[in-house]
């Protein structure tokens, strides 16, 4: 057993930390103080530079390196996509629309005609549109199946009603993938189909929903009477749900969460040893020790698990990884919560500043303190993470 | 990168696992607790004929030049079975101390004595005010001739009570700590356990008078703190792969009982509630069981791990008792008998944490090392 990356993937390292680290020198002003989402898509200078970003991640192929190579990718193994996302989320870099790369790519690339696919996956491969993804709904949030939103097949087009909500980067988008139910009287996960819809379609609104700092990152999305093309479903009609569990050999470690909270460490660490507060540098005090001592381990142990992970995807170890995916999911949000609710403790009173001249750590770490619930309930909140660790990674029984 | 175990180490651990279950349930495990000796004899031959106690020596001292890793393998397994043994003390402890330190002569009689079964050795370092720091080592060794004579108390000294020859930590004048090996049953060493949470050989040793050839010291004078530091740090990581092996069984212990017990006409297993606490400690287990090999690869890998020891045996002092705690809660009142296995973990959770440092000493000295690789 040993840890050490192969020559071959120290340099592929390498060549990531060398890119990342002269392109995040043209971040916009503030960038890197805000957490990532905020930052691609809460502002229009943010969103131009994740723009450019994506386009040249395209360019360097990393962008869709897991892809199969019919599609243009060239199925990197999972330890090279770990190596890859551990570095850009360190440099908290942004450039990838993981919901167009890593949802519904893979979902095209399983179902879509040959028509479809040509037609959708090249714009995404080249990084030239960006996806918002449409499941949840008011009253379908971690029960995805009770949505209600419908489209009505009339002739050749589709009608679609409904409200989809806490949909990322609506605002932003050009193409939305949508779960609605073509069936009304079938029930929960039958009667549902997919479509691939352009955001500019007369009838849909977007709403922002302002996250509780002000920041614009979430939407409500109405659909009023959206006429859309048959052409734009995608695969056979009521049976979307099983294209919702499409996925590939994504690296789904959570590598990222472990890598950016060791990025805020080592910005709290020269922080503690550079401030002084009561005449004595702030590493000192016994208290912050501790809780600094605490994220180390926290970060570590969790990089540790993110490295198992991958190791055992690659060997197709399915099993394991769907509840070890849960695991780093609900550990590396916690723990980014953790480190930001440390570090603002450890700040004492300009721990509540926000980015301005008083700010200490440009604002990072209060910014990450709101951003965090955010991250816990996203993606699969973290009691559903643990139902699902229970169910997989404990065999325990599933009642209902 | 290769995060497979070998082929041989799965054997290693498949042995191993075999042999406690069937030598020592847990059952046994609790009978054992209740002897002065506080183990079995017979079991340890045993282990001694299955080659563990030689496996980290190299081959001219009788051993089988085993990887640090295959005693990892090991002692999470001795943790699974809560095991209870003098392979810690005297092959961890001080059989890495001898091999570190000692003079060809000594390693040559001692290392195979142990390899075979017929030395068990206990190390003396920690005293009366309960301090885990060197500078908490006050005994003095005077020397008097060819001779050091020791007098003062150590404490929390394990298994001493059956060991035949001690490591002792004292600090000779002029020349600072140093460690002397010392013949445990002289006339002038009393030996007394101490009742602890552990049930386990936690002893209190007083030296009147003791004298010790000075041949008989373990490197040079002054060279103790060094050998103690590193070997201490081994040490950590190897009893942190014990209370790793320990969660496990906590963890699938648990898991049995929760879908076996029913409440309300259904297994509480599939209560929530029981699900997001078994998660916690599945979440527990897997982070630890991680950063235990990546750490136990580092010292095979001969890298400074000192930082890494430190990070590991305060995350897994923690993260035993939580899980531990958390298996006791979900059985219930069983959980909490002597006739149900679940508590001796609790118990065992409580003793480990001690063993080589508390949390708070290795967070404290995960900070130096940190600090001291990342100066201003």
């Known amino acids: ?400 | 990168m290769n995060l497979d175990f070998t082929s041989e180490q799965d054997m290693l651990r498949d042995t191993v696992s075999r042999f406690l279950a069937n030598e020592c349930p847990y059952d046994r495990v609790k009978e054992l607790e209740e002897t002065a000796e506080g183990y079995s004899p017979e079991l340890w031959q045993k282990m001694a004929e299955l080659g563990w106690l030689g496996l980290l020596f190299p081959e001219e001292y009788e051993g089988y030049e085993g990887q640090f890793i295959d005693m990892i393998i090991i002692q999470e397994e001795i943790g699974k079975a809560v095991f209870p043994n003098p392979l810690f003390s005297t092959v961890i402890q001080c059989g890495s101390i001898i091999l570190e330190g000692g003079s060809e002569e000594q390693k040559k009689e001692l290392l195979g004595q142990i390899a075979e079964g017929s030395l068990i050795m206990a190390l003396a370092q920690y005293e009366e005010d309960g301090s885990y720091l060197s500078s908490g080592i006050k005994m003095p060794a005077e020397a008097d001739g060819d001779r050091y004579i020791l007098n003062g108390t150590k404490m929390f000294v394990m298994d001493a009570n059956i060991s035949d020859k001690l490591i002792v930590a004292a600090n000779i004048k002029d020349k600072g700590l140093s460690l002397l090996l010392v013949d445990a049953k002289d006339t002038g060493i009393t030996i007394t356990k101490i009742p602890t949470i552990g049930k386990d050989n936690t002893c209190e040793v007083i030296f009147k008078d003791v004298r010790v050839a000075k041949e008989n010291i373990i490197g040079s004078p002054g060279n103790g703190l060094e050998i103690l530091e590193k070997i201490n740090a081994k040490a950590a990581v190897a009893k942190a792969a014990e209370m790793v092996g320990s969660c496990k069984a906590c963890i699938d212990i648990t898991i049995d009982y929760a879908k076996q017990r029913e409440q309300y006409g259904k297994p509480i297993g599939g209560f929530q509630v029981i699900q997001h606490y078994m998660a916690n400690m599945l979440l527990a287990y897997d982070t630890s069981y991680n950063y235990l090999y990546r750490v136990a690869c580092m010292v095979d890998e001969g890298e400074d791990f000192t930082a890494e020891a430190s990070a590991l045996k305060a995350c897994l002092n923690e993260n035993y008792k939580f899980v531990s705690e958390r298996a006791v809660q979900i059985h219930g009142g069983i959980g909490t008998t002597r006739e149900g296995d679940i508590g001796l973990f609790y118990r065992k959770a409580k003793s480990c944490e001690y063993i080589c440092g508390d949390t708070d000493f290795h967070y404290e000295n995960l900070i130096d090392k940190i600090l001291s690789a990342n100066p201003i």
């Not at chain 1, 990718?73 to 990838?96: D, K, M």
């Not at chain 1, 939305?176 to 609104?205: C, D, H, W, Y």
């Not at chain 1, 009561?278 to 926290?298: F, H, M, P, T």
């Not at chain 1, 609710?341 to 209060?366: C, D, P, R």
Request: hydrophobic share 35%.
């Open chain 1, 1 to 400: 057993m040993d840890f050490k990356l192969s020559e071959e993937q120290q340099a592929l390292k390498q060549e990531f930390e060398d890119f990342f680290k002269r392109e995040m020198e043209n971040a916009p002003l503030d960038y890197q103080n805000r957490s990532p989402l905020e930052a691609m898509y809460g502002s229009d200078e943010g969103w131009e530079f994740h723009k450019s970003m994506k386009k040249k991640l395209a360019e360097k192929g990393w962008l869709t390196m897991a892809w199969p190579k019919e599609y243009g990718g060239r199925e990197a193994p999972v330890i090279e996509q770990l190596i890859f996302s551990e570095v850009q989320s360190y440099y908290r870099a942004p450039g990838l629309d993981g919901f167009g790369v890593k949802m519904f790519a893979p979902t095209l690339m399983l179902y879509a005609t040959d028509e479809q696919k040509e037609r959708l996956l090249p714009p995404i491969a080249k990084g030239e549109v960006q996806y918002c993804q449409g499941w949840s709904e008011p009253n379908a949030g971690s029960d995805l199946a009770s949505l209600k939103t419908v489209a009505i097949k009339e002739g050749d087009h589709y009608v679609i009603n409904g409200q989809k909500v806490w949909t990322t980067a609506a605002h932003r988008a050009d193409h939305i993938f949508l779960l609605a139910r073509t069936n009304p009287s079938q029930k929960r996960s039958s009667g549902l189909s997919v479509f691939n819809i352009e955001m500019n379609t007369p009838g849909i609104e977007v709403r922002p929903i302002e996250y509780m700092n002000g920041v614009h990152i979430y939407n409500e999305i109405y659909f009023t009477d959206v006429k859309v093309p048959v052409e734009e479903r995608i695969g056979p009609e009521n049976e979307g749900w099983k294209l919702t569990r499409a996925t590939m050999n994504f690296e789904r470690s959570g590598v990222g969460s472990f890598a950016e909270a060791r990025r805020s460490f080592e910005e709290l660490l020269k922080y503690v040893q550079t401030t002084k507060r009561d005449g004595k540098a702030l590493i000192e005090n016994q208290i912050v020790r501790q809780k600094l001592a605490k994220l180390y381990i926290g970060i570590e142990t969790g990089r540790a698990l993110a490295y198992k992970t991958a190791w055992l995807q690659e060997k197709g170890s399915l099993t394991f990884s769907a509840a070890a995916a849960s695991e780093g999911k609900v550990f590396g949000t916690e723990l980014r919560q953790q480190v930001a609710n440390f570090a603002t403790e450890i700040m004492g009173l300009y721990g509540q500043v926000e980015h301005s001249k008083w700010a200490h750590l440009n604002g990072v770490m209060i910014d990450g303190y709101q951003m965090s619930p955010g991250s816990n309930i996203a993606a699969g909140s973290s009691e559903i993470q643990r139902n699902i660790i229970a169910w997989v990674g404990c065999g325990l029984p599933r009642f209902n």
